[in-house]
């Protein structure tokens, strides 16, 4: 079973509207858990950190629901620049431990 | 965040050959980690490179294939030996340096190996 698994996409979206992706973890003693953004031939970069109370920064919303293990993202009134994609990371270690990426989904924003 | 380079940032290389991968941070950092992105892939953790002891590997990689040194807290360097086209990849090294154990990537060493 994969640790951590994700929708691959591609997801085409047109530009304005609202996505939102999912994201299952197997391992419940997980601790950390993000969202990074990729872009093409380019190195990952975080976008947010994910907490259990659910946090927010600007058009993105991030939750996290321990109990069924998965881990959400919403991206709100979608740019063209939000077209990359987008990892699910978990941290199962409590700090001392590697990252574990899901394969990641494609995001499209189409004009 | 921290500002991370890696060298080289690509190379070919000629399979049987070995090929070390330097990465420098702009400040002492505690962790320090490498990871690989083969072709249409996510990233694998390969090991956890430990400032004064022997890196810690993730289940699949060895020492004498991946041999890891971190001779301080700004620098490490991953060497990837006796190369085969399997070893065409992306490796990225990370470090830890902030809270909820944020990790920041260097941008990468793409390698193609003939």
């Known amino acids: 079973r994969k640790e951590v698994e994700q929708d691959p996409g591609p997801f085409n979206v047109p530009e304005g509207a609202t996505v939102a992706f999912n994201c299952t973890y197997s391992n419940s003693a997980s601790q950390s858990f993000f969202w990074y953004r990729q872009d093409c031939r380019k190195e990952p970069k975080l976008l947010m950190s994910?907490?259990?109370s659910g946090n927010e920064d600007g058009r993105f919303t991030a939750q996290l629901n321990r109990a069924s293990q998965y881990i959400s993202l919403l991206i709100r009134d979608s740019k063209l620049s939000d077209s990359a994609t987008y990892l699910c990371?978990?941290?199962?270690?409590?700090?001392?431990?590697?990252?574990?990426f899901g394969k990641g989904t494609h995001l499209i924003i189409q004009p | 965040s921290a500002v991370i380079s890696q060298k080289p940032s690509r190379d070919i290389c000629q399979r049987g050959t070995s090929l070390t991968i330097q990465c420098q941070v702009d400040?002492?950092?505690?962790?320090m980690f490498w990871y690989r992105q083969q072709p249409g892939q996510s990233l694998t953790l390969i090991a956890t490179a430990n400032q004064g002891s022997e890196a810690t590997y993730e289940s699949g990689f060895v020492i004498d294939k991946f041999p890891i040194s971190r001779p301080n807290l700004t620098f490490s360097t991953l060497t990837v030996s006796n190369m085969s086209p399997e070893d065409s990849s992306i490796y990225l090294c990370?470090?830890?340096?902030?809270?909820?154990?944020?990790?920041?990537f260097g941008p990468g060493t793409r390698l193609l190996v003939l």
């Open positions: 994910v907490y259990s």
């Open positions: 400040s002492q950092v505690t962790m």
């Open positions: 990370s470090v830890d340096r902030g809270r909820r154990e944020t990790q920041y």
């Open positions: 990371v978990v941290n199962s270690g409590g700090g001392a431990d590697g990252l574990t």
